[in-house]
């Protein structure tokens, strides 16, 4: 297996655009989970679906930000309009069951909000 | 309501020597726990994890874990360092019910040679 793919891996955009970060898990994984990285704030997580209904979302920063899994296999992390403090490694991780589990992620987006 | 401490953010050993990295938690129930390294540039990869039975947990690359619920600890171990192990390290915590998954602020392990 693949393992969890995630696109691009590099992002560099300006305050104001649009910006959608893509996510394939592992086929056969029921859940999914967004999580941003920072130096300041650790590990975030943004939100959880099982079974591509999202279960947790309190972790979205704000209205900016959406999330839908169309799909067991794809899942989109959009945030418009971008800001600066939006900056960090974004990983997407996803496990057979649930949280409980042994989570797979993938190598993580880097991006940069000019 | 659960949390995951980590004590030190930054832990220095010298190749060979003992790694000892903390973790504390807080939880209502019996908790799952787990460890991740996460090497640069890439995503977290799982090292052990607990759920019941045996409290001292095996992991890959040498490391290991004991849980402590006396103490509500979950340190790791591993009883002579590596250079290959420099990584940051992250304890986690959930439970099989529920929908959440806290990971610590993470420890950032140097190996001095």
């Known amino acids: 297996d693949a393992g969890v793919i995630q696109s691009p891996r590099h992002e560099v955009t300006e305050m104001g655009q649009e910006v959608t970060l893509r996510c394939k898990p592992i086929?056969?994984?029921?859940?999914l989970f967004w999580y941003r990285q920072t130096m300041m704030r650790g590990l975030e997580l943004l939100i959880y679906?099982?079974?591509?209904?999202?279960?947790?979302d309190s972790g979205m920063p704000e209205d900016r930000f959406s999330a839908k899994m169309p799909n067991a296999s794809f899942s989109t992390l959009k945030i418009q309009p971008s800001e600066p403090r939006d900056s960090a490694v974004y990983f997407c991780?996803?496990?057979?069951?649930?949280?409980?589990?042994?989570?797979?992620f993938g190598s993580g987006t880097q991006l940069s909000v000019l | 309501a659960q949390s995951v401490t980590q004590l030190g953010s930054h832990v220095s050993v010298s190749e060979g020597a003992l790694v000892l990295l903390r973790c504390n938690y807080s939880?209502?129930?019996?908790?799952?726990l787990f460890w991740y390294v996460q090497y640069p540039n890439q995503g977290l990869q799982l090292l052990l994890k607990?759920?019941?039975?045996?409290?001292l947990v095996k992991g890959i690359n040498g490391f290991e874990a004991e849980f402590k619920k006396s103490e509500t600890s979950f340190h790791l171990t591993k009883p002579s360092a590596h250079m290959s192990d420099a990584a940051e390290y992250f304890c986690?915590?959930?439970?099989?019910?529920?929908?959440?998954?806290?990971f610590g602020t993470g420890t950032s392990l140097t190996v001095i040679p």
């Open positions: 991780a996803s496990s057979l069951t649930g949280p409980h589990e042994k989570l797979f």
């Open positions: 086929s056969g994984h029921n859940s």
């Open positions: 679906f099982n079974n591509n209904v999202p279960i947790d």
């Open positions: 939880s209502s129930v019996p908790p799952y």
């Open positions: 607990y759920t019941t039975g045996a409290t």
């Open positions: 986690a915590v959930s439970r099989l019910t529920g929908n959440q998954f806290y």
